[in-house]
């Protein structure tokens, strides 16, 4: 069964500890890999699309990197305004849905 | 630009009754869709359409929900009757293209309660 999990459910970080959040995935043929980011009472705000395996790509103290099984998403450095949950999703060769994870809630505290 | 608008954005319904959410995507976007997301999940799509013709609508609940895009524009998700299992909030979402590698670009939500 096509599948996406997040890890951790969620994860609480001082301001400024690094870490990383996880997106493991059982699909057959990844067309791409999407982090998105979701505020509370909002929608969720595209962050990056990853299409193969090695690839990498950083936006402030964000940065994606995918493998054959998952992908991570490092923060470096977390700030307060950090916080919000973070979701992956995928999309297959063989469908037009993408595949939602249930993400990571991520509180950065000061 | 302008994002995607949605309304409204909260509701509260008695089950049985009947709901309607509309959504504006963003000019010029070929293809809209629609998401449920209930609370500590991920979204869970209900419809794509691509211009005016539905794309996907397999887990649309076609015996209560019914979805159409005006003039490959606006759309409208409409919900009758509605169950308490339907209390969630709902997305709306467009991409420019129709290749499916498009980033999408979603809406504030609307947050139904259904009780």
């Known amino acids: 069964e096509d599948q996406v999990t997040q890890s951790p459910e969620a994860l609480r970080l001082q301001e400024g500890e690094s870490s990383s959040l996880n997106c493991s995935y059982t699909?057959?043929?990844?067309?791409?890999l999407f982090w998105y980011r979701q505020d509370p009472g909002k929608g969720p705000e595209f962050l990056f699309t990853?299409?193969?395996?090695?690839e990498e790509k950083e936006k402030e103290r964000l940065k994606a990197t995918l493998t054959k099984k998952e992908s991570f998403l490092h923060i470096t450095a977390p700030k307060p305004e950090d916080s919000a949950t973070y979701l992956c999703a995928v999309r297959m060769d063989s469908n037009y849905q993408l595949i939602w994870g249930a993400g990571t809630k991520l509180i950065i505290k000061p | 630009e302008a994002g995607v608008a949605q309304s409204p954005r909260y509701k509260i319904i008695e089950k049985r009754q009947s709901v309607a959410f509309w959504c504006n995507p963003i000019s010029g976007h070929a293809t809209l869709y629609w998401y449920q997301q209930i609370l500590g999940q991920g979204p869970k799509l209900l419809i794509q359409?691509?211009?005016?013709?539905?794309?996907?609508d397999s887990q649309l609940p076609k015996d209560r929900f019914s979805a159409e895009r005006l003039k490959g524009v606006d759309s409208t998700l409409k919900i009758q009757p509605a169950k308490l299992e339907d209390s969630a909030v709902y997305l709306c979402?467009?991409?420019?293209?129709?290749?499916?590698?498009?980033?999408?670009?979603f809406g504030p939500g609307t947050r139904l309660t259904v009780l």
């Open positions: 699909v057959s043929g990844l067309r791409g």
């Open positions: 359409f691509q211009n005016n013709g539905v794309v996907d």
């Open positions: 990853l299409y193969s395996a090695g």
């Open positions: 979402a467009s991409s420019p293209g129709t290749r499916g590698l498009d980033t999408q670009y």
